[in-house]
Structures are given as structure tokens and as C-alpha cells.
């Protein structure tokens, strides 16, 4: 099932190609490596399942507050700790931001070769991001939660080519608020 | 790509900057939940989490935020992903100078593979058997008919698709069950990992069995 075991200690993939691996961004050349690497090494493939969860799976509105106050409470150790700076008092949370402010879509927008990766401008102050792509019939296709401002599609999910996809994207600003961006249509091209 | 606000703030602040701190303050708020759920994917109790989480920290800070400014916006990967696989990785280090290495070796590696192709071996109804090859050693014609045996079942795994051989490991090598390696895999259900298993296993004893029909 695997190749005889390759020299592993000296080739596990850095975080870059990792992270890129995870992606999906690599050149099909390194993409192969990292794959016959990951054939023959336990411990990266641990690392592989355990990062592409962490990415894909948003985190628990719990996970938002835990996040909060353990920042708080660190950086009240960083600002005391730390001499010749000023004893403010912590800011966590940034002021409430204007409802007006939603995501530009940026893509996929009309016709594409491609839709495998969601590009959206950063809402200021956001804290996560709330995407869902619809079919041309209303049906969701595809749902994600993340704090960054790209999202990978899965494999699992496959654009029908020469149909018509919408997708939205909700930046949250301030805990249960959410504000939506336009709906923006999106057509994979035939390849003839 | 352009990089995360937050992060460009925070790199383009100098060490001794009035800025420096609230730019770091910013990264925080911004990632700091995304670096509690990788400190807390590694299990135990909640102050080893919070000790894992704030190492993390420290260490992305460190030497005016020096494993920050080593994330290139080439478009390779994406800075959260990115992120993810460093501060995962200072959790082990964390971990490691806190309890030591493991005991894992390559031997232990080598025995979860002999399990795995034998299990494999018996799915298949390959005559393999790992163990017979030590069985067999004083006897030359059985070890080179086993030897043969085995390297037509590695010759045709070699041949298969990455992804059926990525599945095949995850699940007799690693033990995953079926919804981990459909979450690995990006497949939609567990359901599906049991379809393509079924479908690799078909296939390999219908080429285990032509490839020694043909060896005659």
C-alpha cells in the first residue's frame, strides 16, 4: 500500500508547502512530491488531517469569547510586562463598525475557467466571514465559516460547467451581527 | 495576495514603534481564536491548552515577530493555512520540551506497514502472508515463490492513483475510520469512502489475479 519507506527525516514538507499543499496551490510537480512523501510518513499525515480540519471547520461561537478574554488576559501580561511601555488599560474588542461596510466579491465573478478558491475583500474589524454558494435553483452547494478572506473549495463539490452558481458572503462585525454582501453570479466555462 | 491587514500592520510596525503594540493587539483579536482551536486540537486539559496557546504566542512575537515575516505572499498558500501549520508545529515543540520526544520510531512505522499489507493482503485474497516470508527463509523455493507473491501485491499498489492509495493507507495503515478520511479526503460522506475502498479492493484481486494468470 505504500512504497518502501522513504529517508523521511529530512524531507518533511515545510510549513509553506504544507499550507500550499493544503490549498491547493502548489505546481502539479510539488504537489506529487508532498504526496509520495506523505505515502510513507505517518507523522505528516497526521499533520495533513489535522490542519485541513482546523481550516475548514469555523470556529464554535464559544471559541470567540474563550478567544477573547485568554487574548485579554495575555496582553494584560504582555503590556505589564513589558518595560518603558504604558500601563493602558487593554482594548479587545475594536468600536462597532458601520452596517454599511460589507464584502466586495472578488472571485469568482461572471465567466471562469475555475472556482475552486472564493476571493473576497477584508471587511475592517470583521471577525469571521460567512460564505454559501447557491445553484441556480436556490439550493446551497457549498457553506463555510473562516476569519480569513479566501476559501477553498472542496474536491466534493463540483461546479457544473456552463451553469449559473451565486454566492454571498457575511462579514460579522460584532457578535450575532451579521452583514451581507450582494449576490454575485458565476458560470464555469464549457471546455470544448 | 495581499496580506491580511491585520498582519501587514503588525510587520510593517517597528520593535520599539508606539504602534508595534496595538498592531500586535489587532493580530490578536484577529487570530487569537483561530490559535486557541489549533492549541486545543491537541488535547488535554484546559491549562495545558491555555500553556500551549500562550507559548504560541510568544513565539509568534518573539524577535520582532521574526516566524511572522517568514509567510511569503507568493499565492502558495494562504496566510490562515499557513498560520495553522506554524502554530501547530510550535505546539509540539511546546509539547516536546515539556514531556520529550515520543518513543515512535521507524520501527514502529515498519511494523503498522507489515500489519497493514497483510490485512490488505487478506482483503485481496492475495496468497501473501509478511509473516510466511520470516517462515519460509530456510526454505529457498517457498521464500522466492512468497517474495514474488509479495512484489506483484506492492507492484500493483504502486500502480494505483494517489488517491486510492492515500485511502488505502489512511485506512489500514493509519486506522482511520470512514468519516476521518472523508473529512481528509474532501470526500462528501463516509458512505463514499466505503464505495471507492470497495471499488480499490475489487480491482486489486481482479489485477492480483490476471498478473498471475499471466506469470503462469
Same mark, same amino acid.
Given at each position: 500500500m505504500t512504497p518502501p519507506a522513504a529517508p523521511v527525516a529530512d524531507s518533511h514538507p515545510s510549513a509553506e508547502l504544507m499550507a500550499g499543499y493544503v490549498d491547493r496551490q502548489l505546481p502539479p510537480a510539488e504537489q506529487s512530491a508532498i504526496e509520495q512523501h506523505l505515502l510513507g510518513c505517518s507523522q505528516c499525515r497526521q499533520e495533513y488531517g489535522a490542519v485541513r480540519r482546523l481550516v475548514r471547520t469555523p470556529v464554535p461561537a464559544w471559541g470567540r469569547w474563550a478567544g477573547a478574554l485568554a487574548t485579554a488576559a495575555l496582553l494584560t501580561l504582555v503590556i505589564w510586562g513589558s518595560a518603558g511601555r504604558s500601563r493602558d488599560a487593554v482594548h479587545v474588542r475594536e468600536p462597532a463598525r458601520d452596517a454599511a461596510s460589507v464584502p466586495r466579491l472578488q472571485? $469568482? @465573478? #461572471?465567466? &471562469? /475557467? +475555475? =472556482? *475552486?478558491r472564493l476571493i473576497w475583500q477584508p471587511v475592517p474589524n470583521a471577525l469571521s466571514y460567512r460564505l454559501t454558494v447557491f445553484d441556480s435553483v436556490g439550493r446551497a452547494v457549498f457553506e463555510s465559516e473562516t476569519p480569513d478572506t479566501v476559501e477553498i473549495v472542496p474536491d466534493s463539490v463540483r461546479f457544473t460547467p456552463g451553469q449559473s452558481y451565486f454566492w454571498k458572503v457575511e462579514a460579522q462585525a460584532e457578535w450575532g451581527r451579521w452583514a451581507p454582501s450582494a449576490l454575485t453570479p458565476f458560470v464555469v466555462k464549457p471546455v470544448p | 495576495m495581499a496580506l491580511p491587514a491585520e498582519l501587514e500592520r503588525l510587520l510593517s =510596525? %517597528? $520593535?520599539?514603534? =508606539? +504602534?508595534a503594540d496595538e498592531a500586535w493587539r489587532g493580530f490578536l483579536v484577529r487570530y487569537s481564536p483561530l490559535l486557541l482551536k489549533t492549541a486545543r486540537s /491537541?488535547? %488535554?486539559s484546559r491549562d495545558a491548552v491555555m500553556d500551549r496557546y500562550a507559548y504560541v504566542i510568544e513565539r509568534l512575537r518573539d524577535e520582532d515577530c521574526r516566524r511572522l515575516r517568514a509567510f511569503q505572499d507568493n499565492g502558495r498558500a494562504t496566510f490562515v493555512t499557513w498560520l495553522v501549520v506554524t502554530a501547530r508545529r510550535l505546539c509540539l515543540d511546546e509539547y516536546r520540551q515539556r514531556y #520529550? @520526544?515520543? %518513543? *515512535?520510531?521507524r520501527d514502529d512505522d515498519a511494523g503498522r506497514r507489515r500489519s497493514a499489507r497483510r490485512a490488505l493482503a487478506d482483503l485481496t485474497g492475495s496468497? +501473501?502472508? &509478511?509473516?510466511d516470508i520470516a517462515d519460509a527463509v530456510n526454505d529457498p523455493a517457498r521464500l522466492a515463490e512468497l517474495e514474488s507473491q509479495h512484489s506483484r501485491l506492492e507492484s500493483v499498489l504502486s500502480a494505483l492513483p494517489y488517491s486510492d492509495r492515500m485511502l488505502l493507507t489512511l485506512r489500514f495503515?493509519?486506522?482511520?475510520a470512514a468519516r476521518e478520511i472523508a473529512e481528509i479526503m474532501g470526500l462528501a460522506s463516509p458512505f463514499q469512502v466505503y464505495r471507492r475502498l470497495d471499488r480499490i479492493l475489487a480491482s486489486l484481486r481482479s489485477l492480483l489475479r490476471r498478473d498471475a494468470f499471466d506469470a503462469g
Open positions: 472571485e $469568482p @465573478r #461572471g465567466t &471562469v /475557467l +475555475t =472556482a *475552486r | =510596525a %517597528g $520593535p520599539e514603534s =508606539a +504602534t /491537541l488535547g %488535554g #520529550g @520526544r515520543s %518513543g *515512535r520510531n496468497d +501473501t502472508d &509478511v509473516g495503515e493509519d486506522d482511520l
